[in-house]
């Protein structure tokens, strides 16, 4: 069963940190071209946060995250990353992972699927 699985979510005061990580089961990540990340807030829609291509590791963050995000990828273990620091509240969001194999250069979520079940992602004080 393809399936991929997000954790790490929780409630962190702003300015904290917080490291997402995405796990695929039934398939390996080298497989695809790229993952994404993905968050939607409530009320608004879902929008592309970061991704990287499998092929050279090469990465893409929107500009709200940029500087504050790395994303990163372990093959060994079919999981990819997403530390988070220097968060605000406007990062608030349940957060998702995604995979596709069209040659995408940023992460719209169009071009993605295979969506897992999302981590909330709460920062408040």
């Known amino acids: 069963q393809v399936q991929l699985v997000e954790s790490g979510g929780g409630l962190v005061q702003p300015g904290g940190s917080l490291r997402l990580s995405c796990a695929a089961s039934?398939?390996?990540?080298?497989?695809?071209?790229?993952i994404g990340w993905f968050r939607q807030a409530p009320g608004k829609e879902r929008e592309g946060v970061s991704c990287?291509?499998?092929?050279?590791?090469?990465?893409y963050y929107a500009d709200s995250v940029k500087g504050r995000f790395i994303l990163s990828r372990d093959n060994a273990n079919n999981t990819v990353y997403l530390q988070m620091n220097s968060l605000k509240p406007e990062d608030t969001a349940v957060y998702y992972c995604?995979?596709?194999?069209?040659?995408?250069?940023?992460?719209?979520?169009?071009?993605?699927?295979?969506w897992g079940q999302g981590t909330q992602v709460t920062v408040s004080s």
């Open positions: 995604a995979t596709t194999r069209l040659r995408v250069s940023r992460a719209h979520p169009a071009d993605f699927g295979s």
């Open positions: 039934g398939f390996t990540l080298e497989d695809y071209y790229a």
């Open positions: 990287i291509k499998n092929r050279d590791g090469s990465t």
